[in-house]
Structure formats: C-alpha cells, structure tokens
C-alpha cells in the first residue's frame, strides 16, 4: 500500500492522521462555540449539551459497523463511505435550523467520522503485521495529538470572529480534504476478506470470540483504562482551572495544552519501544503514578495548579505510551477479524471512556475531588489489568512482541 510505505513522515502519514482525527477534533474544536449555539436556538444548556453526548455515544458503538463491512468489502470502500457522511453530515451542522436537527446532524457526523478510528488500525495491521504495527501507531499517534492541542483555541478563534457555524465550516473542510485525499491515495489492503464476515451469526461469533480472548480484552481493558481517566480531565478540568483555581480561559487553554503535550511526549517515547509488554507496562505504571499524585495532593488539602496539573502531565505521557501498543496488541493478532477486532476495541475504549468522562462532569461540587478520584481510580485500573492480565496471565508472549 503506497501510503504507508513511509510510515516516518510524508503525504501519506498526514493523510492517514488526517483521518483518523476529523472524528475526535469534532469534540474538541467546537466546544467554544455551545454558548453561541445555545444562544442562536434560544435553548437551555442541557439540550446544547446533547450535541456533546449524543455524538460521544453514537461514535462508541458505531465502530462496531465498520469492523465486519471493512472486513468484507475491504477497506478502502468503506472509509471513503465514511468520511463521505461525515463531510454531508458536517454541511447539515452549518445548516441545521433547529437544535434538534443539528443533534441529528452530529449523531450522523459521528457514525461517519468513527470509520477512521477503525479502519485506519485495521489497515496499520494488513500492512505493517503484528510486529511493526504497534511503532506505526505510535507515529501516527503522536501526530494525532496536535489536534486536541489546537482544536480548542481555534474553535474560539472561529467563533469570536465568524460565529458558532465556523466550526462545522472547518470540520466539513477537514472532511472533504480527508475524503479527496483518501479516493487519490488509498489503494485496498484486505487480502483476506471474509464474505460471511456481515452475516449476525457471523458478526456473533467474531464478537463473542474475542471478548472471552484473554489477550483481546487484557489489551482493550488497558486501553479503556488509560483512555478514562483523558476524558474524566477533559470533563472537569475547564470546571476546576476556571472555576475552582480562577485561571482565565486562556490561561485554561495553555493548561489543557500541557497535557497534550504529555501524550505526544508519551507517543513519541512509544515509537521507539519494540517490547509491547514492557511499553504497556511502563505506560500503566505512570497512569497510575500520576493518578495517585494528584487524589493525594487534593485529599492533603495541596490545591493547585501545580498539584493537578503536574500529575496529569504525567499520566497523558503514560497514556501516550500504553494507547498505540494496546491498539496494535489487540488487533494484530487477529488477520481474519481485524476490522472486527479494531471496532470492539474501539467501543470498548469510547464507551467506557465517555461514561467516564460524562460522570464527572455531572459529579462536580465545586472542588477538584471528583475528577482526581476518577483519574486515580482510571490509573489504578489500567495498572491492575496489566499487572493481573497482560503480566501474570501473559497473553503478550502468545502473541509474540
């Protein structure tokens, strides 16, 4: 496949980055525009808010569709059909003229934008194998991180100078620019397509098959693991540097950029790490590492925004380092059921993840306590399944390194 033939760098990197981050940016990237939204509706908080979830929830579980098709029809067919909704879906959001259509509209952006997140880890396994995904991964996430690093800001950019349907101007470019470059660029990479691959007893089987893999779920439970305690920080930390701490916004902006910069330190560490197990584990240790040191700060009464800050700068590296390798080690080795395997992995990931994150937001008193717990509680699980899974049941060494 030409695109990946030089994983390091290049046009097909950015393409393949590209992809993949038009279904998360479409989170971050519009968040400063839900005032505005809500004022253009006349609505209240709560209904704008459902533009968040509604869209959170329907990227989690639409993964599942794209697995068993990818398998079956291949890859390219299906991401292109993707990012094509995904791009009509965005045209809507700038059009929408209620709020009700526009929560329509982003449920539909998510089941289109989520074809990325899937079939992009299916098509790192055809090509590079169970060996060299995991550095491949790595590479394309650490790029990945700009997105959530820049996101933000120019969604407040976009919105103080054009309005709230700036944002979705922006996503729908990103859209069509990933869409046109995927038809030029992308070439098929399933050479083992499965035509009974859509078939419910099939879907079923692949299903039921992995969820009782010890090493599928060792590898996906680390990953939702890690990945919780990203959202339980996205979910609270505007409330707590804001709110609690009294940063301004953009003070709060260059915090939040901090931990990104902490993922794509991790990321970067990643590529360079060729035992799996041993990544995964050093990853986990500072999930829980960092976790632990910001609850213990807070419960000692050390508020601040070096107490919270600092520790999650170390858990987003942990998280950099565990996130790609976990990725790679629970779809590798599955050459038949990759698309499948990638989708599962990804739901577990954004469900588990988005509860997370969604209970956090709700659970704010007016302290920094709700969302250390639930990143200490995220560290400590992450920790605990690699520890109880990966090290002592070893389902890393079946699979080979």
């Known amino acids: 496949m030409r695109p990946l033939a030089d994983p390091a760098g290049g046009a097909a990197t950015a393409l393949l980055v590209l992809i993949v981050a038009v279904g998360p940016i479409s989170t971050d990237l519009y968040l400063p525009a839900l005032p505005g939204i809500q004022a253009a509706f006349g609505t209240d908080v709560a209904t704008v808010q459902l533009t968040l979830s509604v869209y959170l929830i329907a990227f989690a579980f639409s993964q599942l569709i794209y697995g068993p098709l990818s398998d079956r029809f291949g890859r390219r067919p299906v991401i292109l059909a993707g990012l094509a909704l995904y791009f009509v879906a965005s045209v809507l959001c700038i059009l929408a003229p209620t709020v009700e259509v526009l929560i329509g509209a982003r449920f539909l952006q998510a089941v289109g934008g989520c074809a990325g997140q899937v079939i992009v880890r299916a098509i790192v396994r055809d090509v590079h194998g169970p060996d060299g995904a995991g550095k491949v991964l790595a590479k394309i996430a650490a790029a990945m991180g700009i997105a959530p690093l820049i996101g933000p800001v120019l969604g407040g950019y976009l919105t103080d100078a054009f309005g709230w349907q700036a944002c979705f101007v922006a996503l729908s470019t990103a859209g069509g620019l990933a869409l046109l470059g995927g038809a030029l660029m992308l070439t098929e990479t399933n050479r083992m397509r499965d035509p009974a691959a859509t078939a419910p007893g099939r879907i079923l089987r692949n299903i039921g098959s992995l969820t009782v893999d010890p090493r599928f779920i060792s590898y996906s439970l680390c990953a939702a693991g890690s990945y919780s305690g990203l959202f339980a920080f996205i979910s609270g930390s505007s409330f707590v540097f804001i709110t609690v701490l009294g940063l301004e916004p953009t003070q709060f902006s260059y915090c939040f950029s901090s931990a990104v910069l902490g993922f794509i330190i991790g990321a970067r560490t990643a590529s360079r790490m060729n035992d799996r197990r041993r990544a995964v584990g050093i990853g986990a240790s500072l999930n829980a590492l960092g976790g632990l040191a910001m609850l213990l700060f807070l419960l000692a009464g050390v508020e601040s925004v070096v107490t919270v800050l600092a520790p999650m700068v ?8 565990v996130l790609p390798h976990a990725q790679a080690g629970a779809v590798a080795p599955y050459p038949e059921k990759a698309g499948t395997a990638s989708a599962l992995y ?44 990966l090290w002592r049941g070893n389902p890393v060494r079946a699979a080979g390194n």
């Open 346 to 389: 990804g739901t577990f990931q954004y469900a588990i993840a988005s509860g997370v994150g969604l209970l956090v937001g709700h659970g704010f008193d007016g302290s920094a306590l709700p969302m250390a717990w639930a990143v200490a509680l995220s560290g400590v699980i992450t920790f605990a399944c690699f520890a109880v899974l």
């Open 314 to 321: 170390v858990f987003a590296i942990g998280m950099g380092i």
